[in-house]
């Protein structure tokens, strides 16, 4: 990893592990322009191309305006999506700024080029930043704009992270991730014609939506594990957008960052605003190139701590006990996870306050005395007695109007004057861009964590910010608040975090919608989706593993019939679907057979025996869940001793045995035996003729679990 600057061609060259990047200055300084960015190319050869770069020359065009710019300021005869827009105090609202200084600075796997520009007669300063590690083939970029002073504030209007210009080639096929409540990170892919594709969320939150993660090859060419893919993720869990756009002249650019939509930001004199990355990535190793990139990344540079640990396996009492929660249901409960093997016990909604549905109590952060007598500690003890730890679940942002916090403070909440304040699942958002709010919510966390034994928590969001309001900040750029709303939520969880460096945090927003490279820097792991039906999963599984690790997937077991989706499946394929990421159980436990109970203690078993490969191995999606009637996942150990595969039929038809699953990823010379049989293959066998699963019926399912042998010398 490297980055050099070349003078005879004006360029900077980012060398990663297998990938190069390369951009430089137009002849007059005045932009930034994209030369390269593909597979791994020899320096000289990238200033070959900078040398060589003549601009785009189009008839009633200029020649900035089309040409390929790292980041286009809006100005000059630009017309596709620029990456930043502002207003001048005194009503200019172009930029036309120049190079001013650049330097590389080095910390500990990083590499970081900066680029500073400044407007020529205004008092913006713009760096462009871009972050490299060894070892990875990612370039995080960012940005930091600046009101240097002497020209009253600077109103920003669109302010985008990174724009990331793709090579030339025919046509694109945008792959991306969607969905809704209980359907999460759905693949969806589209060939791109001239024009835009843009995806976004308005909702003051990442979204179940749209997930701001997207992946482009060209002539839909890359197959699962072949071909060019270039990819890029936000890191950021506010409102966001991506653009990509096909330009008339076939440059296709994929422009990123936080949402211009009903924002407007006042940079005053002296102020400073760093913008969140939009992070690239690419691979020639097809999508399971892509995705292992980003799982690398995440474990090494994203997620807290995440290098070789592991994930612990938990238990959360929501589908068993609802709202109904008390001190007895949950030390029955705690008592049977524990038995199972399970690590870590969360007590979910419903223990403070008011709070016997959705309709009361979000916001009374104090323990319920009819539920808990004696408080929580109590339950705690009970808890760390039986050998786990004890998780607890809150959603601060939150407020019930039925609450004392509401009562106390109705202007708490976003909203305009005269309008409705209207409510989504019976609850209203507290206005998290108000100081006294984020002051508040610190206090009654720090709280809760000072004053009790409590090493997880499980962060909630259960509603999208609507009429984002702030009545008496009118006049001083009310306009704002989505942005501070995600920068005070950082803040707290980041302070949190300092403050109780023993404890573990769960993102989770109605399931899956605040998952993003932003959070992820702050939590250990994130609630997949409300949806825990077992067949249903393995379509979420499979689009949440295109961008984020396994390890971070919580999937918990929970009961049958699905209460979402009345479908009953084996315990055997639940476990098996559910062991795929990271283990939790979240079933009524004070219901399963003694039989029940007792296979579950084996898969746990099993599972703690595999998980170091699922969570932080090397993943290879075999057989997509969306094709065919089997799905089929394998996971290698990093150093390739320890293979995982997973095959989850669907139905079998005309009594058919499945086809053998072909193993990537090992050693041809090699042999592995099977853990369990003691069959033994070559690698070569594996990979060529394949693993035999003969799965049977419907909804049958099968964990192989691989040993390298030693070799025979
Ligand atoms: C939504 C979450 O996704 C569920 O797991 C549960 O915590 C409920 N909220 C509680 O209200």
């Not at 390369?22 to 007059?28: A, V």
């Not at 104090?366 to 705690?380: A, E």
């Not at 209460?563 to 098996?576: A, E, K, P, Q």
């Not at 139905?651 to 369990?676: K, M």
């Amino acid at each position: 990893m490297d980055i050099t600057y070349d003078v005879s061609s004006k360029c900077w060259i980012l060398q990663m592990e297998a990938s190069t990047y390369c951009i430089g200055l137009s002849e007059d300084s005045s932009s930034l322009q994209h030369i390269y960015w593909g597979p791994r190319i020899a320096s000289e050869a990238a200033s070959e191309m900078a040398h060589a770069s003549v601009p785009l020359i189009v008839p009633f065009e200029s020649p900035t305006g089309v040409s390929r710019e790292e980041y286009a300021p809006w100005g000059e005869m630009r017309f596709s999506e620029p990456s930043l827009k502002v207003e001048y105090a005194d009503g200019t609202r172009t930029i036309e700024w120049v190079f001013e200084e650049h330097g590389v600075e080095r910390s500990g796997a990083g590499q970081t080029l900066w680029l500073r520009f400044r407007d020529q007669a205004y008092p913006l300063r713009v760096t462009l930043y871009y972050r490299i590690y060894d070892g990875h083939d990612v370039i995080e970029r960012w940005v930091r704009l600046e009101n240097s002073g002497g020209g009253g504030p600077v109103t920003i209007e669109q302010a985008l992270s990174a724009d990331w210009q793709l090579p030339r080639r025919e046509r694109y096929r945008l792959t991306y991730l969607y969905g809704q409540h209980m359907k999460e990170m759905q693949v969806a892919e589209v060939v791109l014609g001239p024009g835009k594709a843009v995806l976004e969320s308005r909702r003051g939150m990442t979204s179940h939506q749209f997930n701001p993660w997207v992946a482009l090859d060209p002539e839909a060419s890359a197959t699962e594990e072949s071909g060019e893919v270039w990819s890029a993720a936000l890191a950021w869990s506010g409102s966001w957008k991506i653009v990509v756009e096909t330009t008339p002249y076939g440059e296709v650019h994929c422009v990123g960052g936080l949402n211009d939509f009903d924002f407007r930001y006042q940079l005053a004199e002296g102020e400073q605003l760093d913008l969140p990355a939009f992070v690239g990535l690419y691979s020639n190793k097809g999508f399971g190139g892509i995705s292992r990139g980003w799982h690398a990344y995440e474990r090494e540079h994203v997620i807290p701590e995440a290098l070789d640990a592991v994930r612990p396996i938990l238990y959360n009492s929501w589908e068993a006990t609802m709202f109904a929660v008390t001190e007895r249901s949950q030390m029955e409960l705690a008592e049977k996870a524990a038995k199972l093997g399970a690590e870590i016990f969360v007590l979910d909604d419903g223990w403070f306050g008011a709070r016997n549905s959705q309709y009361a109590g979000l916001g009374d952060w104090t323990v319920n005395p009819q539920k808990f007598p004696h408080g929580l500690n109590p339950l705690i003890a009970r808890v760390n007695e039986l050998g786990m730890r004890f998780g607890l679940w809150v959603e601060p942002e939150m407020v019930n109007p039925d609450s004392d916090l509401y009562r106390a403070h109705p202007d708490w909440v976003y909203h305009f004057r005269h309008r409705s304040r209207t409510e989504g699942r019976h609850q209203l958002v507290l206005n998290l861009a108000r100081e006294d709010v984020r002051d508040w919510m610190f206090a009654t966390l720090n709280g809760l964590l000072s004053e009790h034994n409590i090493e997880f928590i499980k962060w909630d969001m259960n509603r999208s910010i609507c009429e984002p309001g702030w009545p008496d900040e009118v006049g001083q750029n009310p306009e704002r608040v989505s942005l501070d709303h995600v920068r005070n939520l950082y803040w707290v969880i980041d302070e949190l975090r300092r403050q109780h460096p023993n404890v573990e945090f769960e993102s989770c927003a109605g399931g899956g919608g605040r998952i993003d490279l932003g959070v992820l820097s702050r939590v250990e792991q994130v609630w997949t989706s409300d949806n825990t039906d077992a067949f249903d999963r393995l379509r979420i599984q499979e689009g949440f593993s295109y961008a984020y690790v396994p390890r971070v997937m919580m999937c918990w077991v929970t009961d049958c019939p699905n209460f979402s989706t009345s479908r009953t499946v084996s315990l055997r394929y639940r476990f098996h679907v559910a062991m795929a990421g990271s283990l939790g159980v979240g079933g009524d436990l004070s219901h399963w057979t003694p039989q029940e109970l007792e296979e579950a203690r084996g898969f746990i078993e099993t599972y703690k025996r595999v998980r170091p490969i699922i969570q932080n191995g090397l993943l290879y999606r075999l057989r997509s869940p969306r094709v065919g009637s089997v799905a089929a996942s394998q996971y290698v150990a990093q150093d390739g001793s320890e293979v995982v595969v997973f095959a989850w039929g669907h139905s079998q038809q005309f009594g058919q045995t499945p086809v053998s699953l072909l193993l990537h990823g090992l050693e041809e010379e090699a042999h592995y035996a099977d853990a369990i049989n003691g069959a033994t293959y070559s690698g070569a066998y594996l990979a060529h003729r394949g693993l035999p699963m003969n799965l049977v019926g419907d909804f049958d399912s099968r964990i192989v679990h691989l040993i390298r042998t030693p070799s025979a010398q």
